[in-house]
């Protein structure tokens, strides 16, 4: 079940509530139930042909993908397309990623992540240094989201932490068609996770189609227009023969 997550004052004025996400916590627990979740409803209203995603929502899906491939490479993807829309960084569930990612850090590089200081965090190793970079842009710009300081997530012990899904560090890649939506006024690292999302995916088929919003959909008509074609070429594309 997902949780009641409280949203910046004003959103009730654009969507109705009640307003919710997949987790608060992001440490890989929570993402693991959330990838149960989407497994669940995949196995309770599915086969479906393709899936859409707002940030959050967009940045789960694609983690689900990476670690269900990771674990079984020979087994299809349950989607033929995707549709990601303004998506946050993902986030790992799988445990030796992260144990990879984070685990053999010493109490020194640890204390480090827990100051939550830029500073102190650029001292430590790679590929933690990567993976909580990422992080932490990513945690900086969602602030009037999750309501929550740098502190709530990295002030726990190490397996507790969030580890980004970082394209340098997983090299697991999803061969399906795909349309990235991102909009021109959004922040900068909002941005750079569609960026870092757009490497996990080696089709040649793939779309980016940028508006001129925020962390939003497009509203105005002509764009909806213009996103509405993408979405009907990526949904062509993944009936095509591979």
């Known amino acids: 079940m997902v949780n009641t997550l409280k949203c910046p004052e004003g959103i009730e004025k654009l969507f109705p509530g009640p307003f919710s996400c ?35 929502g967009a940045a789960v899906i694609v983690s689900y993908l990476l670690e269900r491939r990771a674990a079984y ?22 445990a030796d990623y992260c144990h990879r990612i984070l685990g053999c850090l010493n109490h020194d590089n640890e204390s480090r992540i827990r100051s939550c200081q830029d500073k102190q965090i650029s001292q430590i190793p790679e590929p933690a240094r990567i993976a909580m970079t990422m992080l932490t842009s990513i945690l900086d710009a969602c602030t009037t989201i999750t309501c929550e300081p740098r502190s709530f997530y990295l002030d726990r012990r190490l397996p ?18 795909t349309l990235h939506v991102r909009g021109n006024t959004d922040a900068q690292a909002l941005w750079n996770c569609g960026l870092l ?22 509203r105005s008509g002509p764009e909806v227009r213009q996103m509405l074609c993408a979405m009907e070429w990526v949904i062509a594309q993944s009936e095509l023969p591979t």
Do not use: W
Not at 87 to 93: D, E, F, K, S
Not at 161 to 175: F, I, N, Y
Not at 197 to 218: A, L, M, N, T, Y
């Open 22 to 56: 997949y987790n608060r916590l992001f440490d890989p627990g929570s993402q693991l139930e959330s990838h149960a979740l989407i497994e669940e409803e995949i196995h309770t209203y599915g086969p479906f042909d393709g899936a859409f995603g707002f940030s959050q």
């Open 197 to 218: 999302i757009e490497s996990f995916f080696d089709s040649p088929k793939q779309r980016v189609f940028e508006h001129k919003s925020g962390h939003d959909i497009p």
């Open 160 to 177: 507790d932490v969030p580890c980004a899904l970082h394209p340098d560090l997983c090299l697991t890649r999803l061969p399906i068609p």
């Open 73 to 94: 490479p020979d087994e299809s993807i349950p989607f033929r397309f995707l549709i990601l829309c303004s998506p946050v960084v993902p986030l790992a569930g799988n």
